[in-house]
């Protein structure tokens, strides 16, 4: 089956640096976009950043712009997400996603993502 495994999350102080990983499995990675999303305490899960299949496009929400960076490598069936500067307002649960979309190389920036990790807990203090 389908399984997507994040990790690297951790506790960092503010102004800090970590580097998430997500490893799939049970699929054939290079058909399909993937996503990062994260949901804070008491709020609702929101879009991080995604990339289509070949990496060749990304998207990120405005507030990350400049800080983290999406990137995959479809020889290790993984995504990343390097985030840098972190701030307090970063701490969430983060989840990878994937996406099946066969032969188009486009983004989702929504949720309708087809699979989804457990998530890994990115905790910044001040």
């Known amino acids: 089956q389908v399984q997507l495994v994040e990790s690297g999350g951790g506790l960092v102080q503010a102004g800090g640096s970590l580097r998430l990983s997500c490893a799939a499995s049970?699929?054939?990675?290079?058909?399909?976009?993937m996503g990062w999303f994260r949901q804070a305490p008491g709020k609702a899960r929101e879009f991080v950043a995604a990339?289509?299949?070949?990496?060749?496009?990304?998207d990120y929400v405005d507030s990350i712009k400049g800080r983290f960076t999406i990137s995959r490598d479809n020889a290790e069936n993984s995504v990343y997400l390097e985030m840098n500067s972190l701030k307090p307002e970063d701490t969430a649960i983060y989840y990878c996603?994937?996406?099946?979309?066969?032969?188009?190389?486009?983004?989702?920036?929504?949720?309708?993502?087809?699979?989804w990790g457990q998530g890994t807990q990115v905790t910044v203090s001040s």
């Open positions: 996603a994937a996406n099946y979309v066969a032969g188009v190389d486009r983004t989702l920036t929504t949720q309708n993502y087809d699979y």
């Open positions: 990339i289509s299949r070949s990496g060749s496009r990304t």
């Open positions: 049970g699929l054939t990675f290079r058909l399909y976009a």
